[in-house]
């Protein structure tokens, strides 16, 4: 590619939009098929209920989930069509496109002719951590971004010691924390392995010094997500103590995920495992590790590359943060690509060697994916694979949101736990949801005075966390007085005031 | 006339003058005769009847009238030793400078004596002004400037041939002279003191004029003496008028409104600031010019340096600056060093006198006169600079030796428009205390990040107080510093901007002595923004004007990085009272003037912009190596506030007293002055706190 971006630039940008073509025909396939991504749609509920309320506030956001792909779907909240919930899968394909394009304008460094680039990109976009990470419309192909460029300023902090590199790598730790929650067990992954990517004659002198250069946004940045929350909500703890709160992974639902039930609140176990998972579904890193070793520089950085999400791995584990390893592990994916602009292939038989490496990779990749994949992850393997993922018809959430779409009414529902329904109803218009003051003061009444009310079976899992259930616990089964049943629907009631 | 001179018979005077062409067989005749009949010498007469101009008869004739060679000379009469004489021609090899010159330089001969074998040299009288006073009539007022520059007075007129006293004999002052004095002349040689001193004498009042009034008179628009236009009044009456008109009737809004404006300059200033960190601290302002490039100067082509000194009870300081100065990396006889005093600091005059400083060094007595500022003294001595180049330290400077190598460099790889290249500050004193941590953190913040950033984006760049190398004929196209002006310096930079020259920037430091007491740094600091507000004021008299000649990026970074500034160092306590009385009270009394968006605004700058900016802090510390600083950036914040009231103190003085210049004490550090301040290295405290002083 160093030859198709450099000579003219035209055909390298050709190719590279010819992989985000094939990345939106993918996700057009998939969702075609049923698949829906969780995450997807809840953060586009999220965006449609804020941008949705009488007035738009930040707090509407709710401090429960990193903000920044929140902020990034707000454009996409005024573009005509995009109301069904396409946006998150569309930005997801736009952080991918700008990623390879970040890499290949990166890649002109690298003395390879356009055809081996090219099949460089190949099996990188191909692996599936690269390609869920594209195509499912969750955040993490924005954290594949904040990985890439983490990964390009610890590289440049290893090779040119500029101020630029040290910048790079604290700021770009701010915006991670902005995108994902696991950017925390990322950070502190780092904090023991700066010691191999800063010159030694600094942490001599002043580890203090380099930690604070390095961490100091970061904790800023923290520091005033608490803020925000003791502003906003009256905590500081606000988002690390509420039980929607993305922020804390799935600590509240053990038993949930498999990954928790192993491993959850160790350390040394997840770490094998996770040597294990990155063995088979990366052993390109470690082929990069022992190709490197007569060389002081590039070992540094492919050591951290091996190590960093295997420890950030364990931490998040023993947290009980990370759900399934692949949330982290996907991000090597990128890791890779910002090594590969340091490779220097220089003879035919060291590019055999790789393309065999990432080849493996990628089968290994697959078959990993496939082997431990959560309902999300099988969902959406499913769809790929040509067969329907889900059945709309049998979908309460989706089912209530287009009844409530066709019954545009002000309907008092907690949205934190039917994105799903915000997302199938297309807008928040006239809904009242837990944000606003509407909603704290409907519920302070015996009887609320709101047109109608909707409310998921109380002993599901979202109805267990449901506000409205839980302040009126008999509303499901037996109805409020001056209200009358107007939708019971695949585990949803819709109440309706008598005389609306 | 015959001549002989070691046994050498030379040929005659006429004889020489009649083979080149310069005097006619009848002319010689005529002169002989006059001689026969008149006595005096032929030469003389030959002048005085102007049949050959004095550059051509000197050119003719220079040969014939010396005598010996000046080193062999000094080391006859036991001025110098053998070692020392072999010593200066080896350097003159190097330095590409006559021996008299170096052997003065080293201070190894008096100036006056010097001047006296030159005399013996050229068979010329060698007379002390002093003793023998010029006749004043001869000297033409206003051409005192060059006579100081150059170093030549017409001293008197006998036997009708005007008699003009120099300090050296060379063609180029030759030619000079003629085309000056416009009549026939011959010369005497004098020592440069004598000259100098002389001038100063005669011509305080007409130097002390120009340093005051020049600008003023020239280039009114640009000077300070005028604080506020009578147009500037009016818009503020009508902006006062504006504001109440719009409180009194739309309170709540009027209040957004401002809250508004407020935090989006806020948040630009901020991000200006950003930016310049990321620009400046791209590591090629850290290699302008290379070690290898300061090795391969060839000495003999660098240019004559001025470097001046103001100073003002600085006694302590002196001897510490000018050992600096010695130890300097450049020909010592390229340097035109001067020490520039006022008329009643007897105490550093003295102590000037005392340490018997080399010919290099000149004392400049500034005459006692308003507005008492450094601009103006500058100003005064500019008039006897002779450097083509030149620099400012302050006395309590230690510049790294190779600085005005460097600055010769970046001339050369620097665009035609170049005018001044600013080196980067910083402090020895780092460690002292809590104020003198905070200082360095934000001069290395400053110069290591910010001027090279505003090098970069063409933004005008306000000049640091010292370490400024000018070419010196732009310096005088600009009158040099508004002496109105507290911080000439930065006036300066602006001035050179709008007048469409450029200012760089240069990788070596100058280190200072950090201000260690915050009763002496607050006076400083509401000086200096004082200083900002006066340059303010100045250049936004026309700001369409400024628009046009600065283009956007020009005018907005000026408006964010000088007038962001000001704004910033007078907000900063208001903004902090009402958020330590918010979270105090929980008052709901501002809620209506902070509507959502300017509450999040508000809150961006509060803990992003805030957050950050003492990031920049931190990170000025990392880059200079300085680490052991960084922790010490989180109290960042209580230096805003000691800015904040310098800010408010300058504001005052801007409106009762704009001229004066609030003295800062030097020499209180108990440090050691030095340039060699590296990683790992603290620097050392003396025994003893030497006696403070002031600038």
Same mark, same amino acid.
């Given at each position: 590619m160093k030859q198709v971006i450099s000579r003219s630039g035209l055909e390298g940008r050709v190719f590279i939009s010819l992989l985000i073509l094939l990345l939106t025909g993918v996700t057009i396939w998939l969702l075609a098929h049923g698949f829906m991504s969780d995450s997807a749609t809840s953060r586009w509920a999220t965006v449609i209920a804020a941008l949705g309320a009488k007035e738009v506030l930040l707090e509407n956001f709710?401090?429960?989930?990193?903000?920044?792909?929140?902020?990034?779907?707000?454009?996409?909240?005024?573009?005509?069509?995009?109301?069904?919930?396409?946006?998150?899968?569309?930005?997801?394909?736009?952080?991918?496109?700008?990623?390879?394009?970040?890499?290949?304008?990166?890649l002109k460094e690298v003395e390879l002719s356009q055809t081996r680039l090219a099949m460089l990109a190949i099996l990188v976009v191909i692996h599936p951590g690269f390609l869920w990470a594209a195509t499912s419309g969750s955040h993490i192909a924005l954290s594949m971004l904040a990985f890439y460029l983490l990964y390009r300023a610890s590289q440049h902090i290893i090779s040119d010691h500029d101020i630029h590199s040290y910048i790079s790598l604290a700021v770009t730790f701010v915006f991670f924390f902005f995108i994902d929650g696991s950017a925390v067990f990322i950070f502190v992954a780092l904090i023991p392995l700066l010691v191999v990517i800063a010159p030694l004659r600094t942490i001599m002198v002043s580890p203090m010094g380099l930690y604070l250069i390095v961490g100091t946004p970061f904790a800023l940045a923290v520091a005033t997500w608490a803020y925000l929350n003791w502003i906003f909500e009256g905590s500081f703890m606000h988002f690390i103590e509420h039980p929607d709160s993305a922020f804390l992974g799935g600590m509240l639902y053990t038993q949930e995920y498999p990954w928790l039930l192993d491993f959850g609140g160790q350390f040394f176990k997840p770490l094998l495992a996770a040597t294990g998972y990155l063995l088979i579904a990366y052993p390109v890193s470690v082929y990069l590790l022992l190709d490197t070793i007569n060389n002081n520089y590039r070992f540094r950085a492919s050591f951290v590359l091996?190590?960093?999400?295997?420890?950030?791995?364990?931490?998040?584990?023993?947290q009980y943060y990370l759900t399934h390893p692949f949330e982290i592990l996907a991000l090597i994916s990128a890791g890779l690509m910002a090594e590969l602009t340091y490779v220097r292939m220089q003879t035919r038989r060291e590019f055999v060697f790789l393309i065999i490496f990432m080849i493996v990779s990628v089968v290994g990749g697959w078959w990993l994916f496939i082997e431990t994949a959560n309902p999300q992850m099988s969902q959406w393997v499913h769809a790929l694979t040509g067969k329907q993922a889900s059945d709309g018809n049998r979908d309460g959430d989706l089912q209530v949101g287009l009844w409530l779409k066709k019954n545009p009414m002000p309907t008092l529902m907690y949205e934190r736990s039917a994105s799903r329904v915000i997302a199938a109803r297309g807008d928040a218009e006239g809904l009242v949801l837990s944000f606003s003051h509407e909603f704290k003061s409907v519920m302070r009444e015996r009887n609320?005075?709101? /047109?109608?009310?909707?409310?998921?079976?109380?002993?599901?899992?979202?109805?267990? /966390?449901?506000?409205?259930?839980? /302040?009126y616990p008999h509303l499901y089964d037996h109805g409020m007085t001056g209200f009358r049943l107007v939708y019971d629907n695949l585990g949803w009631r819709v109440y309706r005031k008598n005389s609306a | 006339m015959s001549q002989s001179s070691g046994g050498v018979t030379k040929p005659r005077i006429g004889e020489l003058l009649v083979g080149r062409g310069l005097i006619s067989n009848d002319q010689l005749e005529q002169a002989l005769l006059l001689q026969k009949t008149e006595g005096g010498r032929l030469g003389d007469i030959i002048l005085a009847h102007h049949w050959v101009r004095t550059v051509d008869f000197y050119d003719a004739l220079t040969d014939h009238f010396r005598k010996g060679r000046i080193g062999d000379l000094l080391l006859e009469r036991g001025m110098i030793t053998e070692k020392q004489l072999d010593e200066a021609i080896e350097t003159q090899k190097h330095w590409g400078t006559r021996i008299g010159d170096i052997i003065q330089a080293r201070g190894w001969v008096k100036p006056y004596l010097l001047g006296q074998v030159l005399a013996e040299h050229f068979e010329k009288p060698n007379v002390d002004l002093l003793k023998n006073r010029l006749d004043e009539s001869l000297l033409d007022r206003e051409s005192l400037s060059t006579y100081s520059e150059n170093l030549f007075v017409p001293w008197r007129r006998e036997g009708g041939l005007l008699k003009v006293a120099v300090v050296d004999v060379n063609p180029k002052l030759l030619e000079m002279v003629d085309e000056l004095v416009g009549e026939p002349f011959d010369i005497i040689i004098t020592s440069k003191f004598d000259i100098i001193w002389?001038?100063?004498?005669?011509?305080?009042?007409?130097?002390?004029?120009?340093?005051?009034?020049?600008?003023?008179?020239?280039?009114?628009?640009?000077?300070?003496?005028?604080?506020?236009?009578?147009?500037?009044?009016?818009?503020?009456?009508?902006?006062?008028?504006?504001?109440?008109?719009?409180?009194?009737?739309w309170p709540v809004n009027s209040l957004i409104l401002f809250n508004v404006m407020l935090s989006l300059f806020l948040l630009l200033n901020f991000g200006l600031r950003i930016v310049l960190t990321w620009v400046g601290g791209d590591k090629h302002f850290d290699n302008l010019v290379?070690?290898?490039?300061?090795?391969?100067?060839?000495?003999?082509t660098l240019p004559v340096y001025s470097i001046l000194l103001p100073m003002y009870h600085e006694a302590a300081t002196l001897p510490n600056i000018a050992q600096a100065l010695r130890s300097i990396d450049y020909p010592l006889s390229k340097l035109d060093i001067k020490l520039i005093l006022e008329h009643d600091d007897d105490e550093t005059i003295d102590k000037a006198k005392e340490l018997g400083l080399e010919g290099i060094f000149e004392i400049i007595r500034v005459p006692d006169s308003l507005p008492k500022t450094k601009p103006k003294a500058c100003n005064y001595a500019l008039h006897f600079c002779r450097g083509e180049l030149a620099t400012i330290y302050d006395g309590e400077d230690a510049p790294e030796p190779d600085q005005l190598k460097k600055a010769v460099i970046a001339f050369k790889k620097a665009p035609e428009n170049t005018a001044v290249i600013q080196a980067r500050l910083n402090y020895f004193n780092v460690?002292?205390?809590?104020?003198? /941590?905070?200082?360095?953190?934000?001069?290395?913040?400053?110069?290591?990040?910010?001027l090279p950033a505003l090098d970069a984006l063409r933004i005008p760049i306000p000049l640091g107080g010292t370490s400024n190398h000018f070419k010196m004929d732009v310096l005088r196209e600009m009158e040099g510093w508004d002496p109105y002006n507290v911080t000439e310096d930065c006036d300066l930079g602006v001035r050179l901007t709008q007048a469409g020259y450029r200012v760089g920037v240069l990788n070596s430091t100058t280190f200072e002595e950090a201000n260690n007491s915050i009763p002496n740094w607050i006076r400083q600091r509401s000086r200096w923004l004082k200083g900002y507000m006066q340059s303010y004021l100045v250049h936004m008299r026309s700001p369409i004007k400024l628009y046009r000649t600065l283009g956007f990026v020009g005018f907005w970074g000026f408006q964010f990085f000088i007038g962001g500034t000001i704004v910033s160092a007078l907000l900063t306590p208001v903004m902090f009272l009402m958020y330590i009385l918010w979270l105090a009270t929980s008052t709901t009394a501002f809620d209506p003037y902070f509507p959502p968006v300017v509450l999040y605004l508000t809150l961006f700058n509060l803990l992003i912009a805030n957050g950050f900016l003492i990031y920049l802090f931190m990170l000025s510390g990392f880059k200079r190596r300085y680490f052991s600083l960084i922790p010490w950036a989180l109290t960042v914040p209580l230096y805003w506030l000691l800015q904040s009231w310098a800010g408010y103190k300058g504001f005052w003085q801007l409106i009762h007293n704009p001229f004066y210049w609030e003295k800062t004490h030097h020499g209180l550090t108990t440090f050691k002055v030095t340039h060699d301040i590296g990683a790992g290295k603290t620097p050392a405290r003396t025994a003893a706190s030497s006696a403070g002083s002031k600038s």
């Open positions: 709710t401090f429960l989930a990193p903000h920044l792909p929140l902020y990034l779907l707000v454009p996409f909240y005024y573009i005509p069509g995009l109301e069904g919930g396409g946006a998150p899968y569309l930005l997801s394909i736009i952080a991918s496109g700008f990623l390879l394009f970040l890499w290949a304008r990166d091996l190590l960093h999400p295997l420890i950030a791995i364990a931490i998040a584990t023993s609320p005075n709101v /047109r109608q009310i909707a409310v998921p079976e109380p002993q599901s899992p979202s109805g267990r /966390r449901d506000w409205v259930n839980i /302040r | 002389m001038l100063q004498e005669i011509g305080n009042q007409f130097y002390t004029e120009k340093a005051v009034h020049e600008l003023a008179n020239s280039k009114p628009q640009f000077s300070a003496s005028e604080v506020f236009t009578a147009r500037q009044l009016i818009f503020l009456f009508v902006l006062m008028s504006v504001s109440v008109i719009a409180l009194t009737f290379t070690d290898e490039e300061v090795l391969a100067v060839d000495e003999r460690a002292e205390n809590w104020l003198t /941590r905070m200082f360095t953190m934000e001069y290395s913040l400053w110069f290591d990040f910010y």
